[in-house]
C-alpha cells in the first residue's frame, strides 16, 4: 500500500442524505455546500478510489447517500493565505491530502493542511473550496453514487 497520496488519485466523498444543509437543489442544479466537508478536527475523511478497488459503496455509509470525488492535484491547488489584522498576508497553507488508514479503512484519508489552521474561518474557506470543487466534478463528471433524491 502506497504511503503518498499521487496528484492523480480520485478521491471519494460520502453526501449524506436527507441532511439539507450539505447541499441544495437550485434553478442551476446541485451545489455542495461548505458543510458536505465538515469534520470537528478540521481534517475531512475521503477514500482512496484505487483502494477500494474503485468501488465508490465503500465511501457510501447508507443506501440513501451519495458519494462525489476529488481529484487530489485541484485539493493541493488549493490556495489559502493568514492574514494578520491589517489584511496583510502572513503565510500560504499547503493544503494536502494524507494517508490516515485505518484497521476498518485502508483507503482513508483526510484533507489536511500545513500549518494548522489558526481558526474556524480558515477552515471554512477551505471547506468551501472543496464544495466547489466537488460540485463542479459532479456536474462534468456525474456522482459516483447519485444521492437518493436525484435517483429515478
Not at 450539505?22 to 458536505?36: D, H, N, P
Not at 484533507?111 to 471554512?124: A, G, L, V, W
Request: charged fraction near 30%; glycine fraction near 6%.
Amino acid at each position: 500500500m502506497s504511503d503518498v497520496v499521487t496528484d492523480d488519485e480520485l478521491l471519494y466523498r460520502c453526501v449524506f442524505r436527507g441532511l439539507d444543509k450539505y447541499y441544495r437543489i437550485g434553478e442551476f442544479g446541485l451545489e455542495l455546500s461548505s458543510q458536505a466537508f465538515t469534520d470537528r478536527n478540521q481534517a475531512p475523511s475521503v477514500d482512496r478510489a484505487k483502494l477500494c478497488g474503485y468501488d465508490p459503496k465503500c465511501t457510501q455509509k447508507n443506501p440513501d447517500d451519495g458519494v462525489g470525488s476529488l481529484i487530489t492535484a485541484e485539493v493541493r491547488m488549493i490556495n489559502i493565505s493568514q492574514n494578520d489584522q491589517k489584511g496583510n498576508p502572513l503565510f500560504d497553507y499547503k493544503i494536502d491530502v494524507c494517508p490516515r488508514p485505518t484497521d476498518e479503512n485502508l483507503a482513508h484519508a483526510q484533507i489536511e493542511p500545513s500549518p494548522d489552521y489558526s481558526n474556524k474561518t480558515t477552515f471554512k474557506k477551505v471547506a468551501e473550496k472543496l464544495a466547489r470543487l466537488a460540485t463542479e466534478r459532479i456536474k462534468q463528471q456525474g456522482w459516483e453514487i447519485e444521492l437518493y433524491e436525484l435517483r429515478t
